[in-house]
């Protein structure tokens, strides 16, 4: 099998400095006493949802390099099936997937799961960083950034 070329569109951060380096700020703010390797499982959720392929070869390295395994990498578009992941991963990752697909809405039930993992300061910060991986998602996948180029 012979693997498709897909050209990049643009650069988006040569393109538009300014707005890079401000999502980038957010990030930065997102992640602030969040755990590491949670962050990296829910910017992979979130960019498997959204077939971010650079996002998701970008924070599958991440992930390894912050000590996560492989299984539970590997699983993870899979996590409601998969034994692999604590409560409040499974709370932080049903979050994920709700605010990644606003239109369905986020349900009390999934807010309120995500209050029992999570004190408000916290939950601040991960619904930051669930939002703001899905700006880089709607960036990466409009502009085709490539993956493996970081």
């Not at 070329?5 to 957010?26: C, D, H, S, Y």
């Not at 979130?46 to 000590?67: F, L, M, P, V, W």
């Not at 993992?117 to 939002?131: G, K, N, S, T, Y």
Request: aromatic residues 8%.
């Amino acid at each position: 099998m012979t693997a498709v070329e897909i050209a990049q569109r643009m650069n988006f951060a040569t393109a538009a400095p300014a707005v890079f380096k401000a999502v980038f700020a957010l990030d930065t703010a997102a992640r602030q006493g969040l755990d590491p390797v949670l962050v990296e499982l829910v910017q992979i959720r979130a960019s498997q949802i959204n077939r971010c392929a650079y996002c998701i070869d970008y924070h599958t390295g991440d992930a390894r390099k912050a000590g996560e395994s492989e299984d539970r990498i590997y699983q993870l578009s899979a996590w409601e099936e998969s034994s692999l992941y604590t409560a409040k991963e499974r709370a932080a990752l049903a979050l994920t997937e709700a605010v990644t697909r606003l239109p369905e809405g986020v349900s009390d039930e999934v807010y309120d799961e995500a209050t029992r993992h999570f004190e408000e300061q916290e939950l601040a910060r991960l619904i930051a960083l669930i939002f703001t991986v899905n700006a880089w998602n709607r960036m990466n996948v409009t502009t085709r950034k490539t993956p493996g180029t970081r």
